[in-house]
């Protein structure tokens, strides 16, 4: 008769009692937020990974669904809240491209500047959480975060908040940048470059550092593309797939920058393509602060308030810092979208942390984990 | 290689230490809060408040309730009734405006949407309550606040919005005016053409 | 005058002379035993307090905060506040635990710890217990802890718990190797087991300015530098924190502990992490002794603190800097590097004591290039073979 334990034992080749069912979350230091991995370990290696989410699931697209056009661009700031600017940013794209709004090209300099410096935060976020999830203990996060700060004190000059700017609007932005705060980005483009340089000089040639993440983890990349893996993730895998180069929306055409692109697909490569990234982000931003034009940044015949667009969907995607972020939406000519649906980078790029975290250790699959970059109230929604 | 990599962090992690303990503005940036307070910018915002001319909430509220912000609000967090007079008509002023601040998160949709300048950000942000569900909510009388407070608070936009109101109030004047003369006008041709007639 | 007869040298011997010349001749010899006990619980238990102070401190300047700063000037007062929170706060024993165990482990744990305090010399004349085996003792004793975390993870039924006691004792029991044999050394060049002759051998100044430490010598540097990755290891401290990962195990074997308890287990450690400075000290940094003739008028107990203090910073400087290695690397750096290392390293000292007799012209010279050559060899190869396939990388940039 064939019991459990004998089915148990003749899929996994584990008898029953050899393996040790650890769950992981929701309430665990480095799980990122709520998040559950259901970890079944032999020693201290991974043999099952059964990731579980959904404690932070806010109802966010039915939300929308019932609320106007406008009152959806705050929640976006929420969805992934180290990234709010370019989640505001891929929201008004989509309801551009129904309603077939223009944008000012003061407007569109402008998103540029603002989703640069979120993807240089966000990234330097990143390496400090990656870090910190290796066992440093703080100091890198730390100093990951005193640069962060600074690039949110920005965000709180010119949007009123830190990180729920809810600042861009279908046809532009909310407000100008006046001059000075363009020079306080000049300053920071300027100042960023040591801070990239500490922190390389501070990790980069660590024996541990290097002994934890090379080889570890390892993504190929026809198993990234056919998950449909975005970001930095993918571009780790050496597949050189970046929304800005191959869609070329904005003014993104305008400027010279690289993508940089690893070939081994492990965690040490999805730290440093991160990086390296902030290294072309600031190449962009110094672009940008130098071409920017006059003129207006919102076409003040743009409606905001009681937007009705023509039946119809759209599809507006960017890259985030973590991927391709993507709002689709239905119009059945209503004051509130039909259909309210997003392409959340993290959610997707999470879906194969279990085949690359099989066969290692617990203490792997925590880095690993946080070299994918997840945020929670993105995964959840 | 061997070391080495440990060995330059640790150069990093004691440059870092030492400028924290010299005061070297890059690296010792932590702010210490009751004492001192970080510079707010301009432009920053917490909660909604609303703009009075006269002294409170039952005196010169610019509000007149047209509900615009509360069908804009993302969070569902505002509660307009419009009041009515002895004739029970609709009167221009709210009768009650609630915000439930444990709701509320901050946007300023409101303040955008609103046609009459009457509700515009709040900057105080040490709010705390000891209970979870009780002095959250609150009354128009507790959001009304006068325009030399806003003024206070964001000075720049205060001015411009005044400056505005003034332009339109002017406007309106000169529009009464002009309506009133053309009706005096219409009233004296309709009198003159019945005298006419008779 | 000779150092040894300073006022400041001679004042702890003097104030237990006063409070012996108390008691009747009987007691004596017990009042002593006892007078030494209480010394070392207060000492320690004060240095403990502010140890966790200066830990927090250092780790926050290296992260550019300023670190506890809210009771007392300049947060002097914070340990005591820690005191009482954690004391006043709720004993928690899971329902599922082996509430014998759960208790034990933390008390074992403690008493071990400070057994280890009993050999060490503090001063020229301070220890509490001379004997001619002291080293072995330290072991004997240290070797006691391991068993109560073990416990603490056993007891507490909880998973976390589980692996992270799994991991102690396999850490602990790899690093004793590596740690006896960084040592052995010392033994040989000074021929004893007790703490007091090796620190004595250590006296003295080559030209008046170069002292007779241990650590300056080849095998002596070396032997110094396993011992203290060892030590770091042995009082799981990051980088080898592994037992109390807290990104993979929340708090390892103390995650069911709270309160007091958890206290206790705090308290352990950084009394195990003192007592193993205290020991790198008295082997390879001259103990109490001062580092200039000229400096011996500082009583000999303030050089081993600042000695002391000196490696307590340096292993939270190594904490603020590194991150934790995994387990299997963990063993590896033990069994494949350290111990072969160590090994090579007792030839090198074999090879210096023997060739102690050449007295040619440049003879010193050679010594030192003959001994840095048996571990520097040793070193590059033992450490390019398991590095090998790591290194920094080239990036593609696809414009």
């Not at chain 1, 001059?179 to 000049?186: D, S």
């Not at chain 2, 959001?143 to 407070?149: D, H």
Request: with cysteine; aromatic share 10%.
């Amino acid at each position: 008769m064939n019991t459990v334990a004998d089915l148990f034992s003749e899929n996994t080749g584990f008898r029953e009692g050899d393996l040790l069912e650890l769950s992981m979350g929701p309430h665990h230091p480095s799980t990122h937020g709520v998040f559950r991995m259901n970890v079944t370990l032999d020693g201290e290696r991974v043999v099952r990974l059964k990731p579980v989410f959904g404690y932070l699931h806010r109802n966010h697209e039915k939300i929308a669904e019932g609320n106007s056009y406008l009152a959806a661009m705050p929640y976006t700031d929420r969805l992934d809240y180290l990234a709010g600017m370019t989640n505001n940013w891929a929201y008004a794209h989509a309801v551009e491209k129904l309603c077939g709004v223009e944008v000012p090209v003061r407007a569109e300099y402008l998103r540029v500047i603002l989703a640069e410096l979120t993807r240089i935060q966000n990234h330097a976020c990143l390496c400090g959480f990656l870090v910190q999830d290796l066992g440093a203990s703080g100091t890198p996060l730390m100093y990951a975060f005193r640069e962060r700060e600074k690039v949110l004190d920005l965000f709180e000059a010119i949007s009123g908040s830190r990180m729920m700017g809810n600042f861009q609007r279908f046809g532009g932005c909310r407000e100008d940048a006046k001059p000075e705060w363009l020079a306080a980005v000049a300053k920071l483009v300027a100042e960023f470059p040591s801070f990239l340089d500490e922190f390389e000089e501070l990790l980069a040639g660590n024996e541990i550092i290097l002994s934890r993440t090379q080889g570890i983890g390892v993504m190929k990349a026809d198993q990234a593309v056919n998950a449909g893996v975005t970001g930095p993730v993918l571009r780790s895998t050496g597949v050189a797939h970046d929304l800005r180069k191959v869609d070329r929306y904005g003014v993104y055409s305008r400027f010279e920058f690289s993508v940089p692109v690893g070939a081994h697909g492990d965690t040490y490569d999805r730290y440093m393509v991160r990086l390296l990234e902030c290294r072309e982000s600031l190449k962009i931003l110094a672009q940008a602060l130098k071409d920017i034009p006059d003129g207006p940044v919102l076409d003040p015949k743009a409606k905001q308030k009681g937007l009705r667009p023509k039946a119809g969907e759209a599809y507006g995607r960017i890259e985030g810092p973590k991927g391709e972020i993507g709002f689709y939406l239905i119009s059945d000519g209503g004051p509130n979208p039909y259909r309210f649906r997003i392409r959340p980078p993290s959610l997707i790029n999470l879906t194969l942390l279990e085949d690359i975290c099989l066969g290692q250790t617990l203490a792997d699959a925590v880095a690993v984990l946080g070299s994918i970059d997840i945020v929670l109230g993105e995964v959840d929604r | 290689m061997l070391g080495s990599g440990v060995i330059q962090g640790l150069l990093v992690t004691a440059r870092n230490a030492l400028g924290s303990l010299r005061g070297d503005p890059g690296r010792h940036v932590t702010v210490e809060y009751p004492e001192k307070r970080a510079e707010i910018p301009a432009a920053f915002r917490s909660f909604p408040f609303l703009v009075t001319d006269g002294t409170g909430a039952d005196d010169g509220l610019r509000c007149v309730a047209c509900k615009m912000c509360e069908s804009e609000c993302p969070a569902q967090c505002l509660y307009v009734v419009m009041d009515r007079d002895e004739k029970g008509k609709p009167a221009k002023r709210p009768k009650v405006f609630d915000l439930d601040i444990s709701v509320c998160m901050g946007c300023g949709i409101c303040t955008e949407v609103c046609p009459f300048d009457s509700i515009k950000m709040d900057k105080v942000y040490e709010i705390a309550g000891r209970d979870r569900f009780h002095g959250f909510v609150l009354k128009k009388e507790q959001l009304a606040k006068t325009n030399s407070y806003y003024h206070q608070i964001r000075p720049e936009e205060a001015a411009e919005v005044d400056a505005r109101l003034a332009e339109e109030k002017r406007l309106a004047e000169e529009k009464a005016k002009a309506a009133a003369a053309k009706a005096a006008a219409a009233a004296a041709a309709k009198a003159a053409g019945s005298q006419s007639a008779a | 005058m000779n150092p040894e007869d300073a006022f400041l040298e001679r004042l702890p011997l003097e104030a237990r002379a006063v409070v012996l010349s108390l008691f009747p001749e009987v007691l004596r010899p017990w009042v002593a035993a006892l007078l030494a006990v209480v010394s070392i619980l207060a000492a320690f238990g004060l240095f403990f307090a502010f140890l966790t102070l200066l830990e927090r401190k250092t780790l926050a300047r290296i992260q550019n905060r300023p670190g506890p700063n809210r009771t007392g000037p300049g947060g002097v007062l914070q340990p005591f506040a820690d005191a009482i929170k954690m004391i006043t706060k709720e004993d928690i024993v899971p329902a599922a635990a082996d509430k014998l165990l759960h208790f034990l482990a933390p008390v074992v744990l403690v008493a071990f710890s400070l057994l280890t305090f009993a050999v060490i010399p503090y001063g020229r004349t301070l220890v509490a217990l001379d004997i001619d085996a002291g080293v072995l003792f330290f072991f004997a004793a240290g070797a006691g802890t391991e068993l109560a975390i073990f416990m603490a993870g056993w007891s507490s039924r909880n998973k976390y718990a589980l692996i992270a006691a799994m991991r102690a004792l396999a850490q602990l029991i790899s690093y004793e190797l590596p740690l006896l044999l960084s040592f052995v050394p010392v033994i040989l060049a000074t021929g004893s087991l007790r703490p007091m002759t090796i620190v004595e051998a250590q006296g003295g100044w080559t030209w008046g300015v170069l002292p007779h430490w241990h650590v300056f010598t080849p095998w002596g540097a070396v032997g110094f530098a396993i011992f203290l990755v060892a030590a770091l290891s042995e009082s799981n401290r990051s980088p080898f924190d592994l037992p109390e990962a807290e990104s993979e195990l929340i708090a390892g074997h103390l995650t069911e502990y709270s309160g007091f308890k958890y206290a206790l287990f705090f308290m352990a450690e950084y009394f195990g992490m003192t007592a193993l400075a205290g020991l790198g000290v008295t082997l390879f940094l001259g103990g109490w002794q001062a580092p200039l003739p000229l400096l011996q008028f500082v009583p000999s107990y303030a050089w081993f603190g600042i000695k002391l203090l000196g490696v307590i910073l340096l292993f939270m400087w190594v904490r603020g800097t590194t991150p934790r290695l995994r387990i299997d690397q963990l063993m590896r750096l033990a069994w494949k590097f350290l111990s072969p290392l160590a090994l090579f390293n007792l030839g090198a000292a074999i090879f210096w004591v023997a060739t102690d007799a050449w007295s040619f012209t440049g003879s010193v010279g050679v010594r030192w290039a003959l001994c840095g050559v048996l571990v520097v060899v040793p070193f590059i190869l033992i450490g390019r073979a398991l590095s090998k396939g790591l290194g920094p990388r080239t990036y593609r940039l696809v414009p």
